[in-house]
């Protein structure tokens, strides 16, 4: 199933198994990485003399706490809160928190340690770090999400700070929650310091396409990886699984670029439409009045909806997994495969499992990783905590601009590493050799710390 490791990486690998017993998705993000990595054990020896890879699949520091918190009905609720502190080496720990109930420390785990290859790759000065909780948002009211948001807070907030840690959004943690985070940690400490979350609304301290900025980038990505084909989005099939803040914002970008949007999905299924996904209904229904993609299908004629079965099913060109981890598995490759398909971006973390993407290699698909693919999210919360330290605000049409370069530079080095490091056009190599060098030259620089 998985690739064969250089063997000086194999003893580092068991020893990520036995140190981190049980994490499943924190050993599949890290054999990943490290299956990338021989050319550059054989390469650059001095980072084996450092242990720098042994010292990368630690994190600097892992917190757990407890969050309590009381419903609607006067019940005394506990929750569990984490956030891993990564990697520092090329700036304050960056990442996103993630409320929902899969949470557990392998899942905070495997995010943060993608989180610092990925936030490398941006090229801008930040390291890597997630956090979250096993809260389930689902059903709960404005109230209690508030009450969650303060409870959860109360105890983030001695760990995080502009210079030291700064959260962000992820699945289940949007503008609303950013909001109801920022207002407790304002009022504990005192101080109006924006640039210790990003994703903050418009009107305070926010920045413009942040909300867009993952969707938006992982189209821009792929668009790169098209034109690298001599090919184009234009009057291109596309499926994005998903239809949440990435799902949305990439269906949105696809169109404006001319492709056509076939289906896309949430927990309860997916709704295949083939006049192309009405954006405007998605969006009251998932982002207003947060429904199910089922009263998408009701309210949509000519739109379908599969309650049971994969979305990977629905033929097309273009695949972009924007859901969740480990959702593209095996079976859905060789499907996507067979009907056709010619690229794969993934808008999600880690959507794809290892064998899916072996599948995809083998047909000659293109493959981006999230690691590259999604990098626009958090390079546009970069952008937002430059606009902070400088107390300005950016257009919308500049913001968007520099995403689109930053995505283009992402495209550009991952080639050029791919073929520095002999996989010419492998994106996987390219994204985990790219970044971890930039993290790697500066841990050496900066001494066993
Ligand atoms: N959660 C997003 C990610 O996976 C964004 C993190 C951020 O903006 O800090 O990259």
Known sequence: MTAPLHPDLEPVFDEVLRRNAGEDEFHQAVREVLESLAPVVDKRPEYAQASIIQRICEPERQIIFRVPWVDD???????????????????????????????????VKFLGFEQIFKNALTGMPIGGGKGGSDFDPKGR???????????????????????RDVPAGDIGVGGREIGYLFGQYKRITNQYEAGVLTGKGLTWGGSQARTEATGYGTVFFADEMLKAKGESFDGKRVVVS?????????????????????AASDSSGYVVDEAGIDLALLKDVKEVRRGRISDYAAER??????????????????ALPCATENELLEADATALAKGGVRLVAEGANMPCTPAAVRILREAGVAYAPGKAANAGGVATSALEMQQNASRDSWSFEHTEERLAEVMKGIH???????????????????????????????MLAMGVI
């Open 301 to 318: 004629s000519g739109a379908t909806l599969v309650s049971d079965g994969s979305i990977w099913d629905v033929q097309c060109d273009i």
């Open 73 to 107: 009905e006067g019940r005394v609720q506990i929750n569990r809160g984490f956030r891993v502190e990564f990697n520092s080496a090329l700036g304050p720990y960056k990442g996103g928190l993630r409320f929902h109930p899969s949470v557990y420390l392998g899942i």
């Open 412 to 442: 550009d080095n991952v080639l050029e590493t791919a073929e520095e490091f002999g996989s010419p056009g492998d994106y996987t190599a390219g994204a985990n050799i790219a970044g971890f060098i930039r993290v790697a030259d500066a």
């Open 242 to 262: 998903g239809s949440g803040n990435v799902a949305v914002y990439a269906i949105e970008k696809v169109h404006q670029l001319g492709g056509i949007v076939v």
């Open 141 to 163: 009211s404005n109230g209690e999400i508030m009450r969650f948001c303060q409870s959860f807070m109360t105890e983030l907030y001695r760990h995080i700070g502009e210079y």
